[in-house]
């Protein structure tokens, strides 16, 4: 089955500065790749999402990047607020409307004013 | 719009007790929905994946018979934590596919913690 790895398990970053957050997963046929933010004591939100027939996808400050080859994809952050600390959780399933998610362990990042 | 609500957003049973955890889609239908369990600083561990109109579909190691699932309509799937011990203390989430989108996003309710004492 698919695994999900994800680093680093915590990063802070000073306001404005960019932050990168890293996923692999094991299972080649996995097509969708999605992140999710999640804030304390609620679910998770989604915040952008990749299919595997795009390498890049870029929303406002949010970016997400895919590398099939090396079944690897990121999240990218730029100029980061205070409201983008939580907890962000990568994903990745076989597209098929009944497949559900393996999610990566998650990074709880802290941006420092 | 694609709203997920949960009822209740906490609840806390005495040992040995059952509790229902309500999942509803408030804007659209879902055929499949997924509950979600998560320990503190952990990740989201899937626990079932729930059909409607057929029976819920258990991740290895996760117990059908304590962990009741019931997709009885478009909208709606309940988890029931049936006789629950304090090691069932967990945050329960769940999430929904819209059905009428070709989109293979999963919106997540705002989750249920259960604290059994």
């Known amino acids: 089955g698919e695994n999900v790895e994800q680093h680093p398990s915590t990063l802070s970053v000073q306001e404005g500065d960019s932050a990168v957050i890293k996923c692999t997963y094991s299972d080649s046929a996995s097509n969708y790749f999605p992140w999710y933010k999640q804030e304390l004591g609620k679910g998770p939100q989604l915040i952008i999402d990749?299919?595997?027939?795009?390498g890049e996808k870029k929303d406002q400050r949010i970016a997400v990047t895919l590398n099939k080859t090396a079944k690897h994809f990121s999240l990218h952050i730029t100029e980061t607020q205070p409201e983008d600390s939580a907890v962000y959780f990568c994903?990745?399933?076989?597209?098929?409307?009944?497949?559900?998610?393996?999610f990566g362990p998650g990074t709880r990042l802290s941006v420092l004013p | 719009g694609a709203v997920v609500s949960q009822h209740p957003s906490w609840v806390i049973c005495k040992s040995g007790t059952s509790v229902k955890i309500e999942c509803r889609s408030l804007?659209?239908?879902?055929?499949?929905m997924f509950w979600y369990r998560q320990f503190p600083k952990q990740s989201l561990m899937l626990m079932a994946t729930?059909?409607?109109?057929?029976?819920?579909?258990?991740e290895q190691g996760v117990e059908k018979d304590k962990f009741l699932i019931n997709h009885a309509s478009l909208t709606l799937s309940t988890l029931t934590v049936t006789s629950a011990h304090p090691e069932d203390s967990s945050f329960y989430i769940c999430?929904?596919?819209?059905?009428?989108?070709?989109?293979?996003?999963?919106?997540f309710g705002p989750g249920t913690r259960l604290t059994v004492t």
């Open positions: 804007d659209f239908q879902a055929t499949t």
């Open positions: 729930s059909n409607e109109g057929s029976k819920a579909t258990y």
């Open positions: 990749i299919r595997s027939n795009v």
């Open positions: 999430s929904a596919r819209d059905q009428g989108r070709a989109t293979y996003e999963q919106y």
């Open positions: 994903a990745a399933s076989f597209m098929d409307y009944g497949q559900n998610f393996v």
